[in-house]
Every structure is written in structure tokens, then in C-alpha cells.
């Protein structure tokens, strides 16, 4: 199993700590004045979320996780887990709601996302940076509207809602930013 030295931490090194996959979110190298330098780390559990600090002395060594960064097609929701399949193995995995978590709401079917394998069970789910959304619901838009009119609430086929332009009508297709959760533009055929 390979293992990283403290030398070797920046952020998004995958570790395991007490039997749990964690990634590092932050890293500070601090060398005090007397004793042994350390790195103070702040990690996020990639099951759970929850983020921790924790202390390594310098030279130490830390297994690494065993998780596995991959494209997948996002293929159907069926209620209680989201379904994923690897393009070139055609492979399906199950990623429950807690795995997938805010990205849900901009899944649509079809769409290649980034996911996080753990022993082969998604871990996490990561949209693609941008989608295009249908519009189902906003209140009308007035003569006049203009982008720099100001901007009113639409909801999205996939149940998200963004805040969009005045103008934006039902049934326009919309190119969103995921990792914000803001209008960019409208879709382009």
C-alpha cells in the first residue's frame, strides 16, 4: 500500500486515518522556534463530510486511500439511489443521495460527471462544471426586460432554481454554472 510523507501533503491528497478515507483541504507547514516542526491539516472525511484538524509531525507517514477518481454518464434516478455507468465497461454503480449530495439537483441523464471511487462504491459525485437546463417555470417576462434589469427566480427541469435575467423565458434552455449555481447564458443550439 502506498503511503505519503508529510513532505508530500497539499490539498486533495487522498489518506487513510482510522480506517476512513479522508482528503486534505488545507496544509500548513509550521516550524516553531523550539521542538520539531509539524504540518497542521485540515481533512475531510469523503464519507461523511465532515472536516477535522489534525497534527503530523514532519517526517511521518501516512497510508494513502485507495479511491479512484472517474468519469461516469449519470443514467437515472430511481428513487432511492442514482445510477452511474462507466463508459467503457459499461459497469453500473449505485451511488446513494448521500454520496451525491447538492450535485443532484443538476443532474440531468446522460451527463458525464466526476465521480469518487471507495472500494468500488461512489464515494462522492462532482457535476460537469457547466449544464444546460430547460426553464419550467418563471413568472412572465415584461416588454422592456432587459440583463441589466435586474433578475427574478426560475426553476429548472431538474428541480434546481437560479436566479436569471428578466427577459428569460419558459421553455428556454439555459447554460448554468454548477460549481455557483448561477445563469451564464442562454443555451446555443
Not at 74 to 89: I, Q, R, S, V
Not at 93 to 99: F, L, M, Q, V
Not at 122 to 133: A, D, G, K, R
Request: proline share 7%.
Amino acid at each position: 500500500m502506498a503511503s505519503y510523507s508529510t513532505n508530500q501533503f497539499k490539498s486533495g491528497l487522498k489518506l487513510m486515518l482510522d480506517g476512513e478515507p479522508y482528503t486534505i483541504v488545507e496544509n500548513e507547514f509550521v516550524k516553531p522556534g523550539k521542538g520539531q516542526a509539524f504540518n497542521r491539516v485540515k481533512v475531510r472525511n469523503l464519507k461523511t463530510g465532515k472536516v477535522i484538524d489534525r497534527t503530523f509531525k514532519s517526517g511521518e507517514s501516512v497510508e494513502a486511500a485507495d479511491v479512484l477518481e472517474t468519469e461516469m454518464q449519470y443514467l437515472y434516478n430511481d428513487g432511492e439511489f442514482y445510477h452511474f455507468m462507466a463508459p467503457e465497461t459499461f459497469e453500473q454503480h449505485p451511488a446513494p443521495p448521500e454520496a451525491v449530495g447538492d450535485a443532484g439537483k443538476w443532474l440531468k441523464e446522460q451527463d458525464i460527471c466526476s465521480v469518487t471511487l471507495y472500494n468500488g462504491e461512489p464515494l462522492s459525485v462532482e457535476p460537469p462544471p457547466h449544464v444546460t437546463l430547460q426553464v419550467t417555470q418563471t413568472d412572465p417576462g415584461l416588454k422592456g426586460d432587459t440583463s441589466s434589469g435586474g433578475s427574478k427566480p426560475a426553476t429548472l427541469e431538474t428541480g434546481a432554481v437560479v436566479q436569471v435575467p428578466l427577459f428569460i423565458q419558459e421553455g428556454e434552455v439555459l447554460k448554468v454554472d454548477t460549481r455557483t449555481g448561477e445563469y451564464v447564458s442562454r443555451a446555443k443550439d
